[in-house]
């Protein structure tokens, strides 16, 4: 194989906004009180509170699988059963996190296309679900990836319709907001929108993925939800005693749109890749290209041609590729890629490419 | 209540050391595999072995009580007993922590001097506990702070003494070093000498209370404990997929020394502060001023009267306060303290303070 | 609705064996040591030796969930998965017990026909499960239920094809047995074919559905498997203190094979009602009545006619009832079945009956 | 050693009341609706609320365990804490149940007077427990053992007492009454008084050790304590599918006040051994003989010369025995173990005896 020439493995392997690093290192003066006592949390519930239109609570958590599995241990008894897509990230990518911090919850797959939940399908699954029978696991929350494990983005109507179902039957409302700021983005609406005025209650408001750095935060919307999550934290292991490093940076990330702008670059070098591959014979996507994420089918040895010219992608299967663009992704990174896919979808027949290697990066 | 004037209330209200927010500019370039694929996390492992001298595993976790709990939950059976100082942070300040994490494991605690365990309590305890017994908890393993709580150091003795006690019933040995740096600083050995060289199975190495940010890490000593300890941590939301960022710190972290260094500024402010309260009448030292940490007991209206001069500090008791030097403590808070000491002691007899208030920082 | 004239809803409906109850008052005699202390626990082992041709652990049990969920807990780690079929009873109708015992296992279902796991399917699921990554629930136990929720029974090379598969990825194989008595009496096998000869590590061995009274149990094949069970059963409150009168109903129900008698029994009123509505028009059996449960097709109106008739059984859908035999079906209730079943099959059309109601015995 | 001549191990190694096997038998008949839907099991609810006199929910269960971690898990956070007293059942002898029902909560124990919680002691550990505070267990619930571990009997005051501190700071009164029937008989009040009208919300009502077979009770005072408490029991496995057999045999334990004869008889003969051997020199009563159980204080060999004899009793020390009355303790037992003691007590001095043996009941 080549030197890597490009890295569309994952939004996580880029690099930190610098911004925020600028803001750590301004962060890091005088002494502040520890666990959240300090004057950057207070102000990040405040500026939250302005960015959301609507009072909110705000607690960095150290990663997108604590956001979630925390939030949904909040809003969840431990004999109920959250409903999440089928290729929902704590579903599929999560360990067993949330079954281990509601202390045994049911994960109820509900299909739909794209990593979306289709309300009608999730309707009928909590009509069935046995709401009051013992022998039952409880319907409790719903999880919506915003935007979907596939690239896809849901739109506001569709929020709102499966937060109606969800409200209907008495369930909160989780977003996985891994990449919230690529769905916003997206969408061109506000934040609020996104959220709450679609019906959301308790929101994994992600950072990681888009720029930050060793931070992602739940935001409660609903006050009655999630009223103890501070304990759920706290022993949980998941509050930092230097919390003003995880506030400062995440201040900053919201800073004059920056989080948007970031999620913007990342969405328009995908759109664009998207746009001069789309053409190309032997080439298609799996998924619609909302966000930052795109799902190419090829031919398994075009597949392993890429690879085999120092391109770094996820392969999701012999024919499946998934490429993820960066805040960061450069325009020579987008360029190698669409030259290689366009080299690649030009290959004649060929025979099977070697066995497909996983990543190592998940190795326990 | 003056303005602050010196603060005093925790090792971690202090500053990131310098070099660690360098680190992270530095490691902020290009693209790295996720969740610990990177180049930074496996140098990590290598230094870290030459730094113990053996062969270790190193997982950054995000906080201290993450990395207890999940210590002790990998190498406890959910039946298990742990046994640990009456001081200990995990039995008095980690809520519910090693509860959750082990799915309902005991905590047992031993009295000693100074938040240490006496070891001939501990050989008692496990001696009368049941061991193989249903009906009682099972003693699997044993939590030594080092420095303690209560601002102690073990000696090298100690540890091992309490770390044989341990082995010879068949329980591992969880050392809580969410302040190794300043013992080993203090008892100017090797960080091998400090740890499995006495009998450390599992080490919960602090890096926050010491110049860190957002940071502390597990390395396990003995190849056959924790073998499953990557899955346990994943699903406990405790594995940054931007892992280089964390690992990139702690080696900054420890290269050349610094860390001791660090923690040497802190004991050496605490031993300072100690030799110069000490002739005071009305003054005493509850514990050992061995670390960085001054346990002092005054007539509580003198406390009150510290607090209100504008000196902040953790208030144990109505005439027990608790003074905690950082590595950036300055001189001038030094002498700060000193002088309303003094002053303080110097008073005559008043009438009862007001209440005392607990400090906010743990509200949830 | 009728009086009721013929109970099919469950065979936990019926009534215990006489010879069960006659054991208790036996055992009622002089004092014994709790908790398994007793010579009737110690006999069991024995007992269940013989019966099985290999030394076994015996444990018993007050519920079939607890038997299934501490036997799976006892053989999966935290982080891991259990694979059954779709419609095994512990993914549909045990709440969250598997998850709360094990600390979040994840269920993963498996297609087949019937109830069963097709093997196949089984290897193609693991093999896909992600081994070693952290970011996945890993394999760890398979879950057989035999007979099945659906009324089928596992031949001996399925049972051994399905185990061979977990086997090869080292994976345990648990058999729920809540109903083994009709699948070894239906088999003409040996319990020792029928279980560890076919691959099987641990059984729930099931008692209640079949004449029991409160107790069924677990049994351990292997020893190296489930080494801390007796821990487990003791912190989850499943462990009697006055053990013999559980111990000693067990003993009664595999003397001189009652057990398989009354089984047999249950499975022959099955098969006669099987035979004699088979021929019926507008009547299928939507599964193959092989041991004691019958899944019957009709028109909706049809169904609710039966129900109105005062045949008592499960409606599982407009037009699918679950029709149960019990050790003490009696002639006359398969006649009154059978009759009503054939007017029911007369009727012409029919407006859409009254919505079904579910039955009230599982509400919390 | 002899041949065993009495046996006062425990109340558990005691025969079933002739009556609750009757009431088995006679509710053998027929068919019955599952897991709680039988009749059986709708009067008892009625028959609890007038022995109560005022409307209550019971839920059989299978152990005194499954009842006392069954209700605190249902009145407690998992980041809360337990009051108990130092010595209650909880807290020495039921594993890591607690902890395991509820998701790590934490047993706070309290110092009293033989086996009982002082309520002054009481108030100041909830008071400087830290409430509020997400790094301290939060305080949600007291556990109460009536009669005591170590046989005494609180009086309604001293219940009152105990209630009224919980509730004053909002946590929940749970009494462990595995011994219940003993202290009712004892105090001579009607059973509301000792529960409900002295402040308890939530009872371990035990039936077990007073001559019940293979199940307890739990019963709810507090209507919105609990409120889930069936779906906790269903997903903990402790809902039997043939339920009749518990709630029948409980219904007959309450006849005519047949439990209050059963435990009536224990305390008798409790109190009429303690009155023979109180004279006796080398002879001590450790704790007032107010229930079943007495805690004899003798020469170490004095108390292995009543072993050898073939008095079976628990030893708890090598000078401290426990002997438990039950309510078939005959009146030849009492006299064998009065004459025993007699002699034993009149031995001159002698050498050590042979290291005490553990009773095997609880091996794993």
Redesign the interface.
């Known amino acids: 194989m080549n030197k890597p020439i490009a890295?569309f493995?994952?939004d996580?392997?880029?690099?930190?906004a610098?911004e925020l690093?600028a803001a750590?290192?301004t962060a890091?003066?005088?002494?502040?009180?520890?666990?959240?006592?300090d004057p950057w949390t207070a102000e990040l519930q405040n500026r939250f509170a302005e960015l959301f239109e609507t009072p909110v609570r705000v607690f960095p958590?150290?990663?997108?699988?604590?956001?979630?599995?925390?939030s949904l241990a909040a809003v969840c008894?431990?004999?109920?059963a959250v409903y999440c897509s089928t290729d929902a990230h704590i579903n599929?990518?999560?360990?067993?996190?949330?079954?281990?911090?509601?202390?045994?919850?049911?994960?109820a797959a509900i299909p739909g296309s794209h990593g979306k939940i289709d309300a009608q399908m999730l309707e009928r699954a909590i009509a069935s679900a046995?709401v009051?029978?013992?022998?039952?696991?409880?319907p409790a929350a719903v999880n919506i990836v915003q935007s979907t494990d596939l690239g896809a983005v849901y739109s506001l109507d569709e929020v709102a319709a499966t937060s109606q179902v969800a409200h209907a039957h008495g369930l909160k409302v989780h977003m996985d907001g891994a990449r919230i700021a690529n769905a916003v983005a997206r969408l061109g609406c506000t934040p609020a929108q996104a959220t709450w005025k679609s019906g959301v209650d308790i929101l994994s408001f992600g950072i990681?993925?888009n720029g930050?750095?060793?931070?992602d935060a739940i935001v409660v919307f609903t006050p009655d939800v999630a009223t103890?999550i501070?304990?759920?934290?706290?022993?949980?292991?998941?509050?930092?005693?230097?919390m003003r490093?995880?506030s400062a940076q995440i201040l900053a990330y919201v800073e004059d749109g920056l989080w948007l702008r970031l999620a913007g670059h990342a969405n328009d070098a995908a759109a664009r890749i998207a746009t001069r591959i789309r053409p190309l014979a032997g080439v298609s996507l799996s998924a619609p290209v909302e966000a930052n994420v795109l799902f190419v089918e090829m031919a398994p040895h075009a597949l392993t041609a890429l690879q085999e010219e120092g391109i770094?992608f996820q392969r999701r299967g012999p024919g499946l590729g998934r490429f993820v663009c960066?805040w960061d992704t450069s325009a020579a990174e987008q360029d190698a890629l669409v030259a290689a896919i366009t080299r690649a979808s030009a290959m004649g027949e060929h025979p099977l490419p070697r066995n497909v290697e996983?990543?190592?990066?998940?190795?326990?």
């Open positions: 890295d493995r994952s996580n392997s880029g690099r930190v610098p690093i750590l290192a890091n003066a005088g002494t502040a009180l520890g666990y959240g006592g958590v150290p990663t997108g699988t604590a956001a979630n599995a925390l008894p431990s004999f109920g599929t990518s999560e360990g067993n996190a949330v079954g281990f911090f509601s202390g045994g919850v049911r994960m046995g009051g029978l013992a022998n039952k696991a409880q990681t993925k930050g750095l060793l931070a103890d501070g304990f759920h934290l706290r022993r949980a292991g998941a509050v930092w005693s230097k490093f995880a770094l960066r996983l990543h190592g990066e998940h190795r326990a």
